[in-house]
């Protein structure tokens, strides 16, 4: 059971990227979906939350521009980003609990940098 982040890259300010974090393996279900940020020099911080019920949080610094959706046909997760700002610049990471029975998986993906200029 593995994640396979995608979708990061150069964008300019007002950019509006998608990422995505697919699931792979014997997957049952998502559980809940993270995704968290590290720009150079700061802490990783949480952007966006999904339960399995599908309700969602957001760090204020993103709220009303960033939107956490999942597929669970396709066991994958999308961080859809919006209006983006020169300090979004940061590798994004996704962060997927999965229960492949009988165990449950605390998943990262490998980081995708989303690099915004100004």
């Known amino acids: 059971v593995q994640l396979q982040a995608s979708g990061g890259g150069l964008v300019k300010a007002g950019g509006s990227p998608r990422l995505s974090c697919a699931a792979s393996g014997n997957i049952f279900s998502i559980n809940s979906a993270n995704w968290y940020r590290e720009a150079p020099g700061k802490q990783r911080e949480l952007v966006a939350t999904?339960?399995?019920?599908?309700?969602?949080n957001y760090a204020d610094s993103v709220k009303g521009r960033f939107t956490i959706s999942g597929d669970n046909a396709k066991n994958t997760v999308f961080l859809q980003m919006s209006s983006l700002k020169p300090e979004d610049t940061a590798a994004y990471y996704c962060?997927?609990?999965?229960?492949?029975?009988?165990?449950?998986?605390?998943?990262w993906g490998q980081g995708t940098l989303v690099t915004v200029s100004s």
């Open positions: 999904m339960s399995g019920g599908g309700s969602t």
């Open positions: 962060n997927l609990r999965v229960t492949v029975p009988p165990l449950t998986y605390d998943l």
